[in-house]
T-cell receptor, first 111, second 113 residues
């Protein structure tokens, strides 16, 4: 089955700086790569996603890149704000719409 | 976006008992899944809930411990059977729409004493 690895496990940045989270996946059949933000005590919320026919996607301060050849994908958050502090999960989906999650990155934005 | 509701939102249970979690989704949902999130951990897929037939379980999860029903398109239940403290987790009902986007219910936080 699919295996998704995520790094780093924790990340501290100063407010206004950028944050980058990187993931790799194993199943070449995966074609959908969502990113979720989970605040303490809440359900995971989709923040951005990318499909395998696209190399990059941007939504305001958030961007994702995908390298299918290398099976790498990354989340970039620019101009970080304290409200960006949360746990972020990358994920990969392919066969039967099953979504496999990475191990998570706890992002702390220091004011 | 799809709307997914589950209950109970939390419960405290005694060792050896069983608890059933209910999940209701709106009509945009095609596939339904159950995930477990242990404290401070990622989300682990328990099973795919199949309408009108037995669920498809992931490695490490068995029907006797986590029986799942999905009698119709929009409703599913997960039972955690013969609970032990190791079953203390958040259990999340989820579903995908026809684009494959995955939505989550609010989660059910179980504490087993």
């Amino acid at each position: 089955g699919e295996n998704v690895e995520q790094h780093p496990s924790t990340l501290s940045v100063q407010e206004g700086d950028s944050a980058v989270i990187k993931c790799t996946y194993s199943d070449s059949a995966s074609n959908y790569f969502p990113w979720y933000k989970q605040e303490l005590g809440k359900r995971p919320q989709l923040i951005i996603d990318i499909r395998s026919n696209v190399g990059e996607k941007k939504d305001q301060r958030i961007a994702v890149t995908l390298n299918k050849t290398a099976k790498h994908f990354s989340l970039h958050i620019t101009e970080t704000q304290p409200e960006d502090s949360a746990v972020y999960f990358c994920a990969a989906s392919g066969r039967y719409q099953k979504v496999t999650f990475g191990t998570g990155t706890k992002l702390q934005v220091i004011p | 976006s799809a709307v997914i509701s589950q209950k109970p939102s939390r419960d405290i249970c005694q060792r050896g008992t069983s608890l059933t979690i209910q999940c209701q989704v709106d009509s945009q949902v095609t596939m339904m899944f159950w995930y477990r999130q242990q404290p401070g951990q990622s989300l682990t897929l328990i099973a795919t809930a199949n309408q009108g037939s037995e669920a498809t379980y992931e490695s490490g999860f068995v029907i006797d411990k986590f029986p799942i029903s999905r009698p119709n398109l929009t409703f599913s239940t997960l039972t955690v059977s013969n609970m032990s403290p190791e079953d203390s987790s958040i259990y999340l009902c989820s579903g995908t729409d026809n684009t494959g986007e995955l939505f989550f219910g609010e989660g059910s936080r179980l504490t087993v004493l």
